[in-house]
């Protein structure tokens, strides 16, 4: 069982639990999933040791830092959480390879992920996500252009896209 080490850290749309294990971030979560919860989940493969600044959590919390300033389009900070599916691996991979300001519809990401129709999964991959932020999920949307469910809230995902928007223009 390998060390989980964990911050919570401070951002303009509320805190956001970072978590890392051998050196890769595996979780990314809003406060409204309840910090707790998402520790004892963790907790089922990692020895969750207590709130430790581990040189992977000082990067990933940088790099936050720079993309809510605007600075950071993407993020390089070695990801960890491998995906179980090879539609969940080709959803991350078509969201991390996605422009800042960029939007797409879950039917886009479906068929830019190589699965077509499968639309749903597409939007339950995104819906289960654990590094929302650093895998950018917020950039898709309904058909309808409507944000949809997000796991940090409607205001979060707008957020997000307005200033992605800002800072592509």
């Known amino acids: 069982m390998s060390a989980l080490h964990y911050c919570i850290h401070k951002t303009p749309i509320g805190e956001l639990l970072v978590a890392e294990s051998d050196g890769a971030l595996v979780r990314v979560a809003f406060s409204r999933e309840n910090f707790d919860v998402v520790l004892s989940d963790l907790s089922d493969a990692h020895a969750i040791e207590a709130e430790v600044a581990s040189v992977a959590l000082h990067v990933a919390a940088r790099q936050l830092d720079e993309y809510f300033r605007g600075e950071r389009a993407s993020f390089d900070v070695p990801l960890g959480a491998d995906p179980e599916t090879p539609l969940k691996r080709a959803v991350r991979e078509t969201l991390l390879s996605s422009e800042p300001g960029e939007v797409m519809t879950y039917k886009e990401l479906a068929e830019a992920s190589g699965f077509p129709s499968a639309i ?14 650093v895998v950018p999920c917020h950039r898709v949307v309904r058909s309808d252009g409507s944000p949809g469910q997000y796991l940090g809230g409607a205001g979060a ?8 928007a800002q800072a592509s223009a």
């Open 120 to 133: 749903r999964a597409a939007a339950s991959a995104c819906a289960s996500n654990p590094l929302p932020i």
């Open 157 to 164: 995902k707008r957020f997000l896209l307005d200033l992605e």
